[in-house]
């Protein structure tokens, strides 16, 4: 099973990026994928979760400015950001798993992407 993440970059703050991250070797189509991140000297923190049926979670701190979707048939998660802040600057993880819900807890995925590098400049 591999979850390949893309579309990190640079952006101004005030900009938008929009990351990809397909899922190979299973189908998740009845289970949670979400994204977390993990900025240098941090502890890796959650993001965004969508369920299968496509309920939500977001962190706080994004709410408002992010937006997970994804596409079954596909096997891919999708996370829209815009109005990025240098707080959000970070490595960007996708997560896969078995549990029908947008859980926020790391222990709830079983499979990780690489992760993807967004930087935003102020």
Same mark, same amino acid.
């Given at each position: 099973?591999?979850?390949?993440? @893309? &579309? ?12 990809? $991250?397909?899922?190979? &070797?299973?189908?998740? %189509?009845?289970? &949670?994928? &979400? ?5 240098p ?18 962190? !706080? %701190?994004?709410?408002?400015?992010? #937006?997970?979707?994804? !596409? ?10 815009? @109005?990025?802040k240098?707080?959000? #600057?970070?490595?960007?993880? $996708?997560?896969?798993? %078995?549990?029908p819900?947008?859980? @926020? ?10 992760? #993807?590098?967004? #930087?935003? %400049? @102020?």
């Amino acid at each position: 099973v591999q979850l390949q993440a @893309s &579309g990190g970059g640079l952006v101004q703050a005030g900009g938008s990026l929009r990351l990809s $991250c397909a899922a190979s &070797g299973r189908s998740f %189509s009845n289970g &949670g994928m &979400g994204w977390f991140r993990q900025a240098p000297g941090k502890e890796r923190e959650f993001v965004v979760a969508i369920a299968w049926k496509g309920a939500t979670n977001y962190a !706080d %701190s994004v709410k408002d400015r992010f #937006t997970i979707s994804r !596409d079954n048939a596909k096997n891919t998660v999708y996370l829209q950001m815009s @109005s990025l802040k240098p707080e959000d #600057t970070a490595v960007y993880f $996708c997560a896969a798993g %078995s549990r029908p819900y947008p859980a @926020s807890s790391q222990s709830a995925y079983g499979y990780w992407g690489q992760g #993807t590098l967004v #930087t935003v %400049s @102020s």
